[in-house]
């Protein structure tokens, strides 16, 4: 296997599926299942997953509610995912952690590094709620603090589309797509990846990023194999 210990970025708007918001059951058993493979193959997962199908801080705060509010709301979002995630992979029988960064003791763990790396060498496949636990901080940020804690090898952001192209392909028929490209490149051209932050610190940890359709069955395993899916963000 190409990669030890991944960390997944899951959206919040993938959960939807072809709902309008919310939680589509179909897909987090798809979701599940896919990790359920690359677990069986003794990949160690982490997973850290958004909360936009159910509230989006930014969103708030530009209809006038208070950004910090909204975020906070934000994050509790990602708990709930967190907790539908978990539900669905344990009866897929894979053995799960929840950890926040925000306390809510009844429902999941808090964020220790040390136990949560401790949870991924005993194969329990750990997912990250609550954000960074900060106002103003995406949960791609969220992502890449936790791969960094806790020395993943590899981002890996499922998406809608395949990968990183030149232009939005959904709206640009003649964009191309990259199978790999350098961190300077993206920014030079102006691409979007994740947002400044996040993107940021990824590349000063030198911490890799591949983007891939998250929703084609069988791509998270090839991933893992070392097959080229989607496009790879590296140094």
């Given at each position: 296997?190409?990669?030890?210990?991944?960390?997944?970025?899951?959206?919040?708007?993938?959960?939807?599926?072809?709902?309008?918001?919310?939680?589509?059951?179909?897909?987090?058993?798809?979701?599940?299942?896919?990790?359920?493979?690359?677990?069986?193959?003794?990949?160690?997962?982490?997973?850290?997953i958004?909360?936009?199908?159910?509230?989006?801080?930014?969103?708030?705060?530009?209809?006038?509610?208070?950004?910090?509010?909204?975020?906070?709301?934000?994050?509790?979002?990602?708990?709930?995912?967190?907790?539908?995630?978990?539900?669905?992979?344990e009866?897929?029988?894979?053995?799960?952690?929840?950890?926040?960064?925000?306390e809510?003791?009844?429902?999941?763990?808090?964020?220790?590094?040390?136990?949560?790396?401790?949870?991924?060498?005993?194969?329990?496949?750990?997912?990250?709620?609550?954000?960074?636990?900060?106002?103003?901080?995406?949960?791609?940020?969220?992502?890449?603090?936790?791969?960094?804690?806790?020395?993943?090898?590899?981002?890996?952001?499922?998406?809608?589309?395949?990968?990183?192209?030149?232009?939005?392909?959904?709206?640009?028929?003649?964009?191309?797509k990259?199978?790999?490209?350098?961190?300077?490149?993206?920014?030079?051209?102006?691409?979007?990846?994740?947002?400044?932050?996040?993107?940021?610190?990824?590349?000063?940890?030198?911490?890799?990023?591949?983007?891939?359709?998250?929703?084609?069955?069988?791509?998270?395993?090839?991933?893992?194999?070392?097959?080229?899916?989607?496009?790879?963000?590296?140094?």
């Open positions: 296997m190409k990669y030890k210990r991944i960390l997944l970025k899951l959206s919040g708007e993938a959960l939807m599926g072809d709902l309008q918001y919310g939680i589509d059951p179909k897909r987090l058993s798809e979701y599940a299942q896919q990790v359920k493979e690359i677990t069986s193959l003794g990949i160690q997962v982490a997973i850290v958004g909360g936009g199908n159910i509230f989006r801080g930014v969103a708030g705060a530009s209809k006038g509610m208070d950004r910090v509010q909204g975020d906070h709301m934000g994050m509790l979002a990602t708990v709930i995912n967190g907790l539908a995630l978990q539900g669905a992979m009866d897929q029988g894979i053995k799960t952690r929840l950890q926040s960064a925000i809510v003791n009844e429902v999941a763990e808090p964020f220790i590094r040390r136990r949560a790396m401790r949870h991924l060498e005993k194969g329990r496949v750990v997912i990250f709620g609550g954000g960074t636990g900060n106002p103003y901080f995406t949960t791609d940020s969220a992502a890449v603090l936790r791969a960094i804690e806790i020395k993943a090898d590899v981002i890996l952001k499922g998406t809608r589309v395949d990968g990183i192209y030149t232009a939005d392909p959904e709206k640009d028929a003649s964009a191309t990259f199978d790999t490209i350098s961190f300077e490149d993206v920014l030079k051209k102006g691409l979007k990846v994740m947002d400044t932050t996040a993107f940021t610190l990824s590349q000063e940890n030198k911490l890799p990023i591949i983007v891939f359709d998250m929703n084609t069955k069988g791509n998270l395993l090839k991933l893992v194999k070392g097959e080229t899916v989607g496009t790879t963000v590296n140094v």
